[in-house]
């Protein structure tokens, strides 16, 4: 699980390790955030994905995440 | 993301044709590269002659590329290094490998830290590495091309390119950060001995590193008013150090080193000394800054707001050097805190 901020950087450190279909599940950025409620409530936006993520035979996984590009931040200015 | 590495380029290539090539392929800090020649790269790996080319030196995450001596003498090329400086980058980029330093999470970070290269022994001066006027500025190539190729490294090698290094601001030091101690000035042991190493050995100290803060204490000469001066710059809300300890850095100026030796203080006097006064007290620092991790010092009373929190969790774990030119400045460099320690390594020399 990662926040969108850091998604294609998630997905270098997933290749680096070797698990290059590694599901990774996304929530907006960002999740350090003081409002309890908040964080709450972006807990329970993904619950139902990492369950399925956690449960989902790992050949579906590789081919739904194995080649999955996350989009980089807008802060990120292209080259 | 690309995840091969810079290749070798044919001689004949063009200057600007091999520059755009690797630009746009994110092999570069943004500046004009050496383009990595076969013939280059022999020459280079000659400074370590006694080393395999395809030798595994270290594996430099997140991509977690392997570091051959090759690969490593590939990115010295780009970054302008002479082949007496390859021994030097090469020890650098083994103390960054190493665990204590926490390069994974170095290279992804959100803080404004980069490895500073501390040289120290006979190597610094053999190879002019800069240890005073200007240290941290412009005009030593020494100094600006090994700590170049130990960020090319990082990212042509380890992957943190700026798509993944993920630092909120950067840091002018990611381009590069070398400097040597200038031990001739030093009226106490150089930072290579006080860690047991002998004086005449070689070393690296890697310490990753944010921005150099001035210090001016121009009027005051005891060295308890002159730590006073320090201590309130070091201590600062938001300074990380402060919520998290580690190995922050103090580069003593040649002058207060003088002044505060002269007066019967030893190094570790200063170390003493920071260490007590550099602090804030628990009730301004509990509820802000960052989390306090899991080697916040114990002797922190947390039921006591007056308890009194320091930079650093011991004496000894405040870096001293010193270095610089005339006058009455010495330099303050914070760190990310205790994920991120400093590692100190041999320079291995020829035949060694």
Redesign the interface.
């Known amino acids: 699980m990662i926040s969108t ?2 998604a ?2 998630a997905r ?2 997933a ?4 698990q290059s279909s590694l599901p990774i599940v996304v929530v907006p950025h960002p999740v350090a955030d003081r409002d309890l409620e908040l964080v709450r409530s972006r807990g329970a936006e993904i619950a139902a994905d990492c369950v399925r993520v956690l449960t989902t035979p790992a050949g579906d996984l590789e081919r739904e995440f194995g080649n999955k590009r996350y989009p ?1 931040p807008a802060a ?2 292209p ?1 | ?1 690309k ?1 091969e590495h810079p290749p070798l380029v044919a001689a004949h290539d063009s200057f600007e044709r091999v520059n755009d090539y690797f ?2 392929r ?1 092999w570069s800090d943004g500046l004009p590269i050496v383009p990595p020649t076969e013939e280059r790269v022999r020459t280079m790996l000659a400074g370590m002659a006694w080393r395999g080319a395809e030798e595994v030196i270290g594996v430099i ?4 590329g392997r570091a051959t001596l090759h690969a490593i003498a590939v990115n010295a090329v780009m970054a302008g290094c002479r082949p007496e400086y390859l021994p030097v980058l090469v020890a650098a980029v083994q103390a960054v490998c190493e665990p204590q330093y926490g390069l ?1 999470h170095r290279q ?1 970070t959100t803080h404004a830290g980069a490895p500073l290269i501390i040289v120290n022994g006979p190597i610094a001066g053999r190879l002019r590495i800069n240890c005073g006027r200007g240290l941290f500025g412009p005009g030593w190539r020494a100094n600006a091309t090994i700590g170049r190729a130990l960020r090319l490294v990082l990212i042509n090698i380890g ?1 943190a390119g ?3 290094d ?1 630092s909120q601001h950067g840091h002018p030091g990611k381009y590069t950060y070398c400097i040597a101690e200038y031990e001739a000035a030093n009226p106490w042991e150089p930072l290579h001995v006080e860690r047991g190493f002998q004086r005449e050995q070689s070393v690296v100290t890697v310490v990753n590193a944010e921005a150099p803060h001035s210090m001016t204490e121009n009027i005051q000469t005891d060295p308890r008013e002159i730590m006073r001066t320090f201590a309130s710059s070091m201590a600062t809300l938001g300074v990380n150090n402060l919520y998290s300890q580690g190995h922050p850095v103090l580069v003593l100026g040649i002058e207060h080193a003088r002044l505060i030796a002269a007066a019967g203080w030893s190094k570790r006097d200063v170390q003493q000394a920071l260490f007590e006064m550099a602090r804030q007290p628990w009730g301004l620092v509990k509820d802000r800054g960052k989390s306090k991790g899991p080697r916040f010092p114990d002797f922190v009373d947390r039921s006591d707001d007056r308890s009194m929190v320091p930079i650093v969790g011991a004496p000894e774990d405040l870096i001293v050097i010193v270095a610089g030119g005339a006058g009455g400045k010495s330099m303050f460099l914070p760190t990310a805190g205790a994920q991120s320690l400093s590692v100190s390594r041999l320079i291995e020399e020829q035949g060694a």
């Open positions: 901020a850091f294609p950087l270098v450190v290749e680096g390790i070797g980089l990120v200015m080259r | 993301m995840a630009y746009e994110g995450p997140p991509r977690m994974s992804t992957g700026p798509e993944v993920a």
